[in-house]
């Protein structure tokens, strides 16, 4: 099957690599994680790393082999070992609580780079009232098995990352928090996984953003809780097809781009002040600082 890759976390790394996968399953627009033989049924090096010798990022599309694990495949699985010598056991109330979860049988192959214009197109932003159920940054075991789903794409405002207090001696760095808005409601003290804001590498004290979609994950069990995790931030901006203006959007529904509304293209922030373009100035102006 084809994946398009939207995350690419960190889960229990080592020595051998130790990555949360998920995307979309392009055969049915379907969300889909990817699940390895190793501990913790986290993807490896052995699967993340194409021939070339390069690992897989957000946006790659790439050909899997790998297979729904439902009722039948853990029974059959967790009875004869999933493949690689590996004979941990996938519990039962994984089924419902991650049911998105396939099995990979070997490496990615990559296919082709995506944009994030043809992920925005996808249609796969959730419209859901809540984001898993309520407001709260934890699901009980429960409510983890009722919500029945554990990767969602949302579109949140004031989004806003701030450092945890760092562990005392070892100057250890846990991951960044966020609070945002989505709905109306005000969500604060959910755990940051995204790689690209790791905590332990960088040293900024908070950081604001302006329009942002974010991949949100439910987690394996830990402490009889399932929390609810940011596995992916996409701070996107909007430009007009043939962006002749050399300056980007920062908000959807800046008046510029009213009377262009059939060639607007989704872009990523870093991508475009990269590129040296700014935000224009009726954009900037409603920009967080
Ligand atoms: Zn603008």
Redesign the pocket.
Known sequence: MEVLILTRSDKHKADDGGYCVAGINLQNNQWIRLVGPHYHFKIADAEAIYEDGTLCEPFDVVEVDAEKIDSQKRIECNAHGWGNGFTEQYPENLLSIQPENYIVRDKFKLVRKASIDEVMHLGIVSDDEYIYKDDTTSLSIEDAIECNKSLVMVKVEDLELYPKEKYDEDGYQAHYRARFKYKGHQYDGLSVTDPDYDAAKTDFQGLKFGETYLIMSVGEEYRERHYKIIAKIFETVYTIENNTYGFF???SD?K??EKYKDSVIYALWDDMVADGMG??K??EKNYLS
């Open positions: 959007h920062a908000f800046c510029y781009l935000q224009c009726e954009c």
